[in-house]
């Protein structure tokens, strides 16, 4: 190992923290709201909470997500350079952001600004993961690698997009970034047989 690169273990053990921590304290952005009666209705429930965990399965899976994209990555690549280290800090604190921003949304989703911001927490995500594969497989010329992060890329740009002329409409957006697991995993399988012919 060359002294400018650093083994990706060291980044792994921070990023799994990380994303650990991050993914427990969406759930302790929920609303805090007392009940007027001493056994709230399903409805109260559902006008109290619902958005609020709407918002943090999407926010959790998303997580998930980009941890298993990030997992991924630092097992494709063995060691990273100074400058890879420092885009993989920015990651990590637009991860660290996601709370914050899933908070705000899931307490006040009908508010344009705050959908703006958590829409654009998400494309930061998506910007900084799809930065570091794009380095990753820069060395190897390994094009085909990018597919699936330029596709939740391409997905988060749209929905900050979208929310930009109508905050209503990115929810409908942001869950077929659900969609990336399984188009890698369909990439993978096709890779030997493409490396075959």
């Known amino acids: 190992m060359s ?3 650093i083994e990706q273990r060291r980044l792994e053990q921070l990023s799994n923290t990380i994303f ?3 993914m427990t304290l969406l759930a302790y952005q929920a609303p805090r709201e007392k009940f007027v009666g001493g056994d709230p209705q399903w409805r109260e429930l559902w006008h109290v909470y619902g958005a609020f965990i709407s918002t943090l399965l999407l926010s959790f899976i998303v997580a998930g997500m980009f941890w298993l994209s990030h997992q991924q990555r630092l097992a ?3 060691h990273a350079t100074r400058s890879e280290v420092m885009i993989n800090l920015f990651f990590l604190l637009s991860i660290i952001l996601l709370p914050v921003t899933c908070g ?3 307490n006040n989703y009908d508010s344009p600004n705050v959908t ?3 829409s654009f927490n998400l494309f930061l995500i998506a910007v900084f993961n799809t930065a570091l594969w794009t380095i990753a497989a820069t060395r190897r010329g390994d094009w085909p690698r990018l597919v699936t992060p330029m596709f939740s890329l391409l997905l988060f740009v749209v929905a900050l997009i979208v929310s930009l ?7 409908f957006i942001w869950p077929i970034a659900f969609l990336s697991p399984v188009l890698a995993a369909y990439l993978e399988r096709k890779r030997p047989v493409a ?3």
């Open 76 to 78: 494709y690549a063995s």
């Open 195 to 197: 490396n075959a012919s």
């Open 116 to 118: 703006i911001l958590y």
């Open 20 to 22: 650990g921590v991050a």
């Open 3 to 5: 002294s400018g690169h």
């Open 104 to 106: 705000l949304y899931g």
């Open 165 to 171: 002329l109508d905050p209503r409409l990115p929810k």
